[in-house]
């Protein structure tokens, strides 16, 4: 009986034990999650406007690392380092990649300017001649 019962304990403890979701640093703990193009900055008769986007939505997933990943968790042309709010931050890959990803060749920007309000974030590559895209939160 002792058996049966030190048995049912041990999987009932394993079976209650889960895997801690790590903590994001607190320069990007505010980003963090699943973001969806709305936007993107255009010069329209000599001003900039925001032109709303068509077709299927892209998103941008941010994980707690500070990797920018797309809905697929596959990296793409995310420099790893950016801006948030004008703080520097350097995301260091603690968790792995999908091994499912295609191979990406980026010529991008050294970093990125990430401006974020509520649930609404921009993103200017490349400044000072960046480009502007808007995102919301999903």
């Known amino acids: 009986m002792k058996q049966l019962l030190l048995s049912f304990s041990l999987l009932l403890v394993l079976f209650a034990c889960k895997k801690d979701s790590p903590t994001p640093e607190p320069e990007i703990k505010d980003i963090v999650g699943k973001w969806k193009v709305t936007a993107h900055e255009q010069k329209v008769n000599g001003t900039n406007s925001w032109v709303p986007v068509n077709g299927a939505p892209y998103y941008l997933v941010i994980r707690n690392d500070g990797l920018i990943l797309d809905l697929n968790g596959c990296p793409n042309c995310a420099p790893k380092s950016y801006y948030v709010n004008g703080v520097l931050f350097e995301a260091k890959q603690k968790e792995p990649v999908s091994s499912q990803c295609p191979i ?13 309000t509520g649930d609404e974030l921009i993103v200017t590559l490349c400044d000072p001649t960046g480009t502007r895209t808007k995102y919301i939160r999903e």
């Open 104 to 116: 990406v060749d980026c010529i991008g920007c050294a970093t990125w300017d990430i401006d974020q």
